[in-house]
């Protein structure tokens, strides 16, 4: 029989055959694999080839001849090199320039007048090098002839190079540095803040009996539904010079580092309330007993058990908090005076200077600490380990008349903050003439007769932020579900999951400086995108993709695998399981990440201002805009209107959510 | 009447043929104009060429710069209307302005057009540095009103004066290289010494500083002569101060945007910006215009401004910007607290 067998040829390595279900399937995450490379990957790409594209006068490339004092008879022709060579004029330093960089040449010859009847030919030893006559540009080996006066008015334009130049140029500028300093400094003390401030709110909801934590948990949120910037026009009218609670502020400015942390903690104050909270709802009731049993004091209970309970929560909130301190860049640009932060600078070098090469420099720098804070709550969060298990038994807490009562006048002071600001913002955009006129009007609601983009930009928004909310959440569902009900396919696998994480680190206006660098290129087929809706809503959706795909995640592992084994035995495609029985269960989430998407569309900045043209001119930046012109109340006006519609679409979702939950999830209450 | 179909044919057809016989020409202009005035320029500009039709594409001074140098190599404009002429200045130092003498240019004052034979851009109408002072918040704090910019160094202003950043603001630069020009570079550089001591804040646009003024948030504003006009006009306290030494200025202008696929259609657009007509337009906002003798007193200003403007060499600015700003942000920027 042996033999037999050795004479049979070998056959066919056993290999698993894909089904076409898999060939769809992995067809599916490609393409939002796609998606992901070219609105993200690629442009970063683009972003960090550009911080290195410097711009250096190349003496080299060009030649000079000088006459003598007839006019007519010229020396012999020698680089500007040579020339500079001799006369030492021109240091090594004097090189180093930016994209709009001039060079003087007269000082290269020691005895030039003006006034001299000495004639001067200049020109470029390669076709590229360029320099200008008064502002005329020439180019080129054609010698340019001209007299001693008009050789005061020529300069040079430098060439283009690649380097590090620009980020030396960077760091040996003081004042730009020092942005760096801010930025940490500012991050660090409001996270401090907000942190703490935060535990308390979180503590007082999850373990006291106080009354109306429901109102309070809603008036928590309230600062997510409003741009960063209207906190800084709040504080403005509420501390400013013609403040309303000036007298506070015991002769400081707002306008600077005490302005951008109060702001700071306004609006970062309900995303760590939400990441502590949900951190310190779950405790085991028998730790406490035990505590108890071995006569421990609150105190000690707290700092014992409490505490290191939540530790996980409070580390990854100080991180989502500081990351969105240094990145944001609406609240300091209203409130922060001469206090120059990362965010803003480069926003001054592109708008204000139209520096391109350095805003990409300073987006470099600007992600480089939200990335690393990204990472360092990655591994934190591997450590975190699952604090209840089958056999805990739920944490009550006891009613406690004087620790309930303090727990809601902490509460109740904290929500007054929020409400005033807001409230203040309403105040200021029902007047007319603030501080001068108080009678009541209209007026600043009259966007159309503002910079800004008037009305129109309030309709954009809305419509941005419906296709935002729609097509965001078929892709960032659809990719969820193909990297987590997928078999095999490792390496595809979590390379997706890097991509779908990675917009976390990436700030919002390094996203929207390097979609200017990719879209706008003539020569990338996706030009034509540059400057429609389509790319604000793509901007979008890849800003904040990461915490719409979590909770998909979150939702479908919540799914027993089993699902589709059970459908493929029963020769059911995956299509049919997907619109049967996945998307049915999961609409809770989805309906989540449809609202999250539409309120932050309606919000975002940072994104967005580099990439709005005047047909999509939307209503956060027309606030911005309306502030930096001065007229601050219909800023406020506008934010306000913002406001209103997301309280609009949130009271939507809620009533969608329970007639269709009603219809889907009866199978939960089982 | 009996119906006829072919007759309602060939009606069609006939309407048709006239409708693509006068087909439109659609421009594509790039502005920064106050978007209350987008409406009316289109309007006049329509109703005397009816066969070409405006699509604005309106930001301010500085997003639209960058706009269109980030266009360099595959330009959307057809025509610049209405942006500074330091920006133009610098467009055309990249070569990106198609060079035209419109019809009538002879007219215009020579300071508002650019000095090439043909010129790459023409002015329409100027904004003057001007000094906003709220006489109710001045009132209060017992400071007398400026009357030069050289009164701004007094100790007295300390804290209540705001100007743009030249950094970011286009009309910040304009103060500085006014400045530099009319002081000479030591003299205005300790001038800016002293002023900085006062400042109490830098703002990012160039408005911004009178509308503060006018809201009370300062006492004097850096800024320019129609914000203040307007900031009055709705109620603020505020006098609108023209500095004795003179003011530095800016002109807004028109070019044609070199490579464009309409160029008669873009020159006869520029030929109307240097029109009477045109001019008597601009007259609503601004008080100084590139066609001398038809200016009409704008409200809240004094009839004349123009006196007031100093000799303003442009090229001079544009050439110097990077220079002028890199001194300014290294002597002022690393303020990094306003001091109380």
Known sequence: MSAVVSALPAGRAPRLQLSSDDVVRRGLMLVIALYLVLALAAPLYVLLSKSMSTYRFDLNAFEIQRSDDSGTAFGPARTVAALNADAKAITDAELDTGSDGRLSLTKLYEDFSFRSPVKYRIRGTTNDAAFLVGSDLKRGTDWVEVDSNTFRRVVLRPGRSVGFDNFVAYFSTPSLAQAIWNSVLMGAISTVLVIAIAFGLAYALNRSRMRFKGLFRLVMTVPILVPSLLPGIALVYLFGNQGLLKGWMMGHSIYGPIGIVIGSVFFTLPHALLIISTSLSVADARHYEAAAALRASKWRTFWTVTVPGARYGVISAAFVVFTMVITDFGLPKVIGGQYNMLAVDIYKQVIGQQNFEMGAVVSVLLIIPAIAAFFVDRIIQKKQVALLSARSVPYEPKPNPGFDWGCFAYCTLIAAFILTMIGVCQLAAMVKFWPYDLTPSLKNFRFDLMDGGGWASYYNSIEMALLTAVFGTIIVFTGAYMVEKSDGFRAGRSLFQFLAMLPMAVPGMVLGLAYIFFFNNPANPLHALYGSMAILVICTITHFYTVSHLTALTALKQMDREFEPVAASLKQPFHKLFFRVTLPVCLPAILDISIYLFVNAMTTVSAVVFLYSTQTQLASVAVLNMDDAGDVAPAAAMGMMIFYTNIAARLIHAAVSRVLLSRTQVWRGR | ?340
């Open chain 2, 1 to 340: 009447m009996k119906f006829r179909p072919a007759s309602v044919l060939a009606a069609l057809a006939v309407t048709f043929v006239a409708s693509t016989a006068i087909a439109e020409t659609n421009l594509t202009v790039y502005t920064a104009i106050e978007a209350v005035d987008l409406d009316r320029y289109k309007a006049t500009f329509e109703k005397a060429y009816p066969d070409i039709k405006i699509n604005w594409v309106r930001d301010s001074t500085g997003v639209m710069t960058a706009k269109l140098l980030a266009e360099k190599d595959n330009p959307q404009a057809d025509v610049v209307w209405g942006l500074a002429a330091t920006s133009l200045l610098l467009l055309k130092s990249e070569g990106m302005l198609e060079p035209y003498a419109p019809a009538g240019v002879d007219k215009l004052d020579k300071r508002f057009v650019d000095s090439a034979n043909p010129p790459s851009w023409t002015g329409m109408d100027a904004y003057v540095a001007a000094i906003c002072f709220n006489t109710v918040e001045a009132k209060k704090l017992g400071i007398a009103a400026p009357k030069s910019w050289k009164d701004l160094t007094k100790p007295e202003y300390k804290g209540h004066v705001v100007m743009p950043n030249p950094n970011s603001s286009g009309t910040g630069f304009l103060d500085v290289s006014a400045w530099l020009q009319m002081f000479g570079e030591k003299d205005a550089w300790a001038f800016m010494d002293g002023l900085h001591q006062n400042i109490s804040a830098y703002t990012h646009s160039g408005s911004k500083p009178c509308k503060m003024a006018g809201a009370g948030e300062t006492v004097i504003g850096i800024s320019f002569e129609f914000p203040g006009a307007k900031a009055k006009a709705a109620g603020a306290p505020i006098d609108i101060i023209f500095p004795e030494e003179g003011s530095g200025w800016e002109a807004e202008a028109t070019a044609i945007v070199a490579g464009t696929a309409n160029l008669e259609a873009a020159k006869k657009l520029v030929d109307f910006s240097v029109s009477k007509e045109a001019n008597e337009m601009y007259n609503q906002g601004y008080a100084v215009l590139a066609y001398p003798g038809i200016a009409k007193p704008v409200e809240h200003l004094p009839a004349n401004v123009a006196d007031r403007m100093i000799k303003n060499d442009f090229e001079w600015a544009a050439n110097n910007r990077k220079a002028v700003l890199a001194e300014w942000a290294k002597r002022y920027d690393a303020k990094s607290e306003p001091k109380s």
